[in-house]
């Protein structure tokens, strides 16, 4: 059974950065292409950034380009996605997801990609 666990959430003060971790269970999260997606109430999930299973393609939302930053780590098996300089609007229960199959380009920011998910993680930004 497929098991992603988000962790790495919490109440943060604008303009600082926060990790946040995507652990795998039960699989190899090298294989897989991984997506970093965020929900606030009343709204779509938006995908923030994917990451291939080599890691040679990256992908970023037009509107975060240059905030956040994602990497694998295979030893640990997670992929984590670093956001700097937070602002109140990043507020939100970030999830991640894996694809065991290849994902073109930045289709992997389309939620609909994805077959696993993790549980969510809650991020808020406040002074």
């Known amino acids: 059974q497929v098991q992603l666990v988000d962790s790495g959430g919490g109440l943060v003060q604008p303009g600082n950065s926060l990790t946040l971790s995507c652990e795998a269970s039960?699989?190899?999260?090298?294989?897989?292409?991984v997506g970093w997606f965020r929900q606030v109430p009343g709204r779509d999930r938006e995908g923030v950034s994917c990451i291939s299973s080599d890691a040679a393609n990256t992908y970023y939302s037009d509107d975060e380009q240059g905030r956040f930053t994602i990497f694998r780590d295979n030893l640990k098996n997670t992929v984590s996605l670093k956001i700097h300089n937070l602002k109140p609007e990043d507020t939100a229960l970030y999830y991640c997801s894996a694809n065991l199959y290849p994902v073109p380009g930045r289709r992997c920011l389309a939620s609909e990609e994805y077959a696993y998910w993790g549980q969510g993680t809650q991020v808020t930004v406040a002074s």
């Open positions: 039960r699989f190899t999260l090298r294989h897989y292409a």
